[in-house]
């Protein structure tokens, strides 16, 4: 036996409980408003609300989630030689991680279709303008 199954379940926990006390979760079929709502939904409990990577279930991920405020990034996904433009955000964000050699855990968005994606490109960046 692993620790795995058991550190996914105490995971899988986290996100159930995080969904419980989050703001009022989207309906089957209703898209968020903007790019700030689609993250605070879908992304703070993993990423945090500061983008800081300690959002309740992200304390659990390994890797961590990466910590936004800091504005480094690891992928480079576009393949140009440098990681966390604006292309590489947008594919990892599309895609999710494991497409580019990193955590599953970090899942594809691509179903909220390319604008919204992008949105989340623009507010994660906006995240690492903070002290
Ligand atoms: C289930 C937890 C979880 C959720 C929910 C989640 N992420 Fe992640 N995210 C991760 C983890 C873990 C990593 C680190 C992956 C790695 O290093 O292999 C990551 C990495 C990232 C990165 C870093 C890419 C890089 O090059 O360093 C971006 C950007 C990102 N996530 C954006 C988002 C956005 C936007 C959302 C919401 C649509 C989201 N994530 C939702 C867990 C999550």
Redesign the pocket.
Same mark, same amino acid.
């Given at each position: 036996m692993t620790r795995q199954p058991a550190l996914l379940f105490v995971f899988a926990l986290a996100?159930a409980g995080f969904a419980q006390v989050g703001a009022s979760p989207l309906a089957a079929g209703e898209t968020p408003d903007s790019g700030q709502e689609?993250?605070e939904q879908?992304?703070a409990?993993?990423?945090g609300t500061e983008g800081k990577g300690d959002g309740p279930?992200?304390i659990v /991920?390994l890797?961590?989630?990466?910590d936004f405020s800091v504005g480094q990034?690891?992928?480079d996904a576009d393949s140009d030689g440098h990681?966390?433009s604006d292309d590489?955000?947008f594919l990892?964000?599309r895609d999710g /991680?494991s497409r580019y050699g990193?955590?599953p855990?970090? /899942?594809a968005?691509g179903y909220l279709g390319d604008e919204r994606v992008r949105e989340?490109v623009v507010y994660?960046r906006s995240l690492g303008q903070n002290d």
């Open positions: 996100v689609s993250y879908l992304c409990s993993c990423h279930a992200g /991920a890797p961590m989630p990466r990034f690891k992928f990681t966390g590489d955000l990892v964000i /991680a990193g955590s855990l970090m /899942a968005w989340l994660v």
